[in-house]
């Protein structure tokens, strides 16, 4: 078994395998697996985020941020939930595209309850009804989410949604995830929906995904902060080495784009958009390993890495079966 590590007091690992830190589950104990799905960018991975109460999915402004079928761990005195946050439902344009929503659409099929999250902000569209669509040829329970009600100022827009939940019969909650409004009503109608069962992790995990997994992931979202619209979609980041010295963490990491403008974009006049990205990434992941971080990272071109199936299986992007 790899060595755990600590991310803001809380530890994350990547193989449980001989681990015997797994209590028995008291009486009553419920736990199970829930799966967030919706659109790209309605906000299902700060509500992940905000539910488990630590940063274990990235996110940002840009559609489509989440790439991988995340796991997040939530355990209360009651309940063990493990959370995973899918990436965005939409119609893919490129075979990292397909992958995406296979991976989306599988996890459908495999959860115990679906929490389908909507932008409550905004009518119910096209992307919502299509999700809704599938949701009907699953026997998966579903709980409709209205998500940013913070921002809400058109009354017939929860509407749309309390129409197409009634037709379905899903419960409704509203929340904010930003502001974390109404997230206690729902969670505790999730876990009445989850069968009595055992802790399937230790309580003080958080994310059963490794440190290196989390580590590209703080950088892919400091590149997604920082640069212009024609980069984000076309960046994979690699962890290539992590050297664990007494009094500091060594990491060597590259990130890799398409076209040789996007690699300019990303380096900036004399290195100064890298430095800024470096230095935001590498804050990140000093709070996941709790010491000092010395960050290298280099930029390099892969032609059309996104519309091949063997580039994508490099970057770590594969189908779930």
Do not use: C
Not at 75 to 101: M, N, R, S, W, Y
Not at 146 to 168: C, G
Not at 284 to 313: D, N, T
């Amino acid at each position: 078994m790899r060595s755990l590590s600590t991310y803001r007091g809380i530890r994350v690992v990547s193989d449980l395998t001989g681990y015997s830190a797994i209590p028995p589950a008291p009486e009553g104990f419920r736990s199970g697996f829930v799966g967030i799905v919706g659109r790209p960018n309605v906000g299902k991975s700060t509500l992940m985020n905000a539910l488990i109460g630590q940063k274990v999915a990235i996110t940002s402004p840009v559609a489509q941020t989440t790439r991988n079928r995340l796991q997040g761990i939530l355990t209360t005195p009651a309940a063990q939930i493990i959370f995973v946050d899918t990436p965005g439902i939409h119609k893919p344009h490129h075979e990292l595209g397909k992958i995406l929503v296979k991976n989306a659409r599988t996890a459908i099929a495999v959860v115990d309850v679906i929490l389908f999250v909507v932008d409550g902000s905004v009518p119910a569209g096209r992307g919502d009804q299509f999700i809704t669509h599938l949701l009907t040829q699953s026997q998966t329970p579903v709980v409709l989410g209205l998500n940013k009600m913070d921002q809400a100022v058109d009354a017939d827009a929860a509407a749309s949604y309390q129409a197409m939940a009634l037709e379905q019969g899903w419960p409704v909650f509203q929340f904010s995830a930003l502001t974390q409004a109404g997230l206690e009503p729902m969670l505790a109608g999730l876990v009445e929906r989850l069968d009595p069962g055992p802790y399937y992790y230790p309580p003080d995990l958080i994310t059963d995904q490794p440190e290196r997994f989390i580590m590209a992931e703080l950088i892919r979202e400091q590149v997604l902060h920082h640069t212009r619209e024609e980069v984000p979609h076309s960046v994979a980041i690699t962890i290539d080495r992590v050297e664990e010295e007494p009094a500091i963490t060594r990491i060597l990491a590259t990130v890799s784009v398409e076209r040789d403008s996007q690699k300019g974009i990303l380096i900036g006049k004399k290195g100064a958009m890298m430095k800024a990205i470096s230095s935001a990434a590498r804050e990140q992941i000093q709070k996941l390993v709790m010491g000092k971080v010395y960050l290298e990272v280099f930029v390099k071109v892969v032609p059309r890495w996104r519309h091949s199936r063997g580039r994508l299986e490099d970057f770590g992007y594969r189908i779930d079966e």
